[in-house]
């Protein structure tokens, strides 16, 4: 389906690049001597620009650690991870904290809402703390795409799990970052709000040109991404483009059973 052009505002150093982050030969160690730990072993993987990517593999893979080293949320031992053509590694510690606010949005599946602001307080908080104003006009179509028009003077404890994460979710939208990375995010909801705040993941990318990296256990989460990448003992093993559930439960099922058999 033809995405539509939005106007995005203040990075047109990104503007022509096709690719929204990327590892080259990432590798994070945590650890010492016997207690060290591999959780990334030389990972080498883009995220395009205006996909929806979905991160899977089992409890342990690396799966969070490479999400938290591209988000500069975590430092890297030895490689490279880009946002756009920033290298992280190159950036101290206050200008990583200017990236993320300005260039990273954040999903994770506590929904981390302050409880005594509204809901479109928390919206626009990330701007305010920025020092941006909001653009009104963007603010009411992402409010309006994640179906909370007429939820935005309630406070977090006056909405469901459902409408909660909705919030998240335009928290993240409306400062249009470079890339949002979204840890779980329909973990703790129930399959029917999961599938609605999927389906405005899936339409922000789509109809909005957002750029979604999303760590799930899944596969019908998974099937609403452009993309999935399967990681295994820090590796990328594989990956499967247009994944369906189905598709993904069944790549998943083949890599249990190499596992039972090597
Ligand atoms: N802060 C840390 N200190 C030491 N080891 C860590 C740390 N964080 C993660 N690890 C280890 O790195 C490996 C990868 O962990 P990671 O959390 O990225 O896996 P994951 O695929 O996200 O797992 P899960 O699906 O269970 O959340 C694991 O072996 C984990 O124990």
């Not at 109809?207 to 003992?233: K, N």
Request: charged share 20%.
């Amino acid at each position: 389906m033809p995405h539509t052009a939005v106007p995005r505002p203040a990075f047109p150093a990104h503007a022509t690049t096709a690719v929204a982050a990327r590892a080259t030969s990432l590798s994070k160690v945590y650890g010492q001597g016997e207690t060290q730990v591999v959780a990334l072993d030389s990972v080498d993987v883009e995220f395009e620009r205006a996909r929806f990517t979905a991160i899977m593999g089992p409890s342990g893979s690396g799966k969070s650690t490479l999400m938290h080293c591209m988000a500069g949320l975590d430092s890297i031992s030895t490689g490279s991870a880009r946002i756009g053509d920033v290298e992280l590694a190159a950036l101290n510690d206050k200008q990583l904290t200017r990236l993320r606010r300005d260039k990273i949005g954040f999903i994770f599946q506590a929904f981390n809402l302050l409880p005594t602001l509204t809901a479109l307080e928390n919206i626009t908080l990330p701007m305010d703390i920025a020092g941006r104003r909001p653009d009104r006009e963007w603010v009411s179509r992402v409010v309006e795409t994640v179906g909370l028009s007429g939820r935005l003077g309630h406070r977090p404890s006056q909405l469901s799990g459902g409408q909660q994460q909705r919030v998240a979710v335009a928290r993240a939208l409306a400062a249009q970052p470079e890339i949002i990375f979204a840890d779980e995010p329909t973990g703790n909801l129930d399959s029917r709000s999961g599938a609605e705040v999927l389906g405005f993941l899936r339409e922000s990318v789509q109809a909005m040109g957002q750029t979604v990296v999303m760590v799930t256990h899944d596969p019908v989460a998974a099937g609403y991404a452009d993309r999935v990448i399967f990681l295994a003992d820090g590796h990328i093993v594989d990956e499967l483009r247009g994944p369906t559930a189905d598709t993904v439960l069944d790549r998943m099922r083949m890599f249990d059973a190499k596992g039972r058999t090597s």
